[in-house]
């Protein structure tokens, strides 16, 4: 493999958003549910950050999160007005 090869898997790596974390996992120690039982809304990056809805039970939340394989993946999430 050549250092071309090399660099794009370097930076798919630094890059790598929602395509590379399961949200239900991410979500799962934010909201305190089991990522089986999180169903995953709308979800769309834009600039790095990973933006979804999540909902456990009754409960709606709005999260975001970001991270690559240097820092590992930060979720946060807040409960949604509906």
Do not use: H
Not at 16 to 42: Q, S
Not at 43 to 65: I, M
């Amino acid at each position: 493999m050549g250092q071309g090869f090399t660099a794009t898997l370097f930076v798919a790596l630094l890059l790598c958003g929602t395509g590379c974390v399961r949200l239900p996992n991410a979500t799962a120690g934010e909201i305190g549910c089991k990522p089986d039982d999180i169903i995953i809304g709308e979800s769309r990056t834009a600039t790095l950050t990973d933006y979804w809805q999540a909902t456990c039970g009754n409960k709606r939340y709005e999260c975001s999160g970001s991270g690559n394989v240097f820092v590992g993946y930060q979720a946060k999430c807040k409960a949604s007005a509906q």
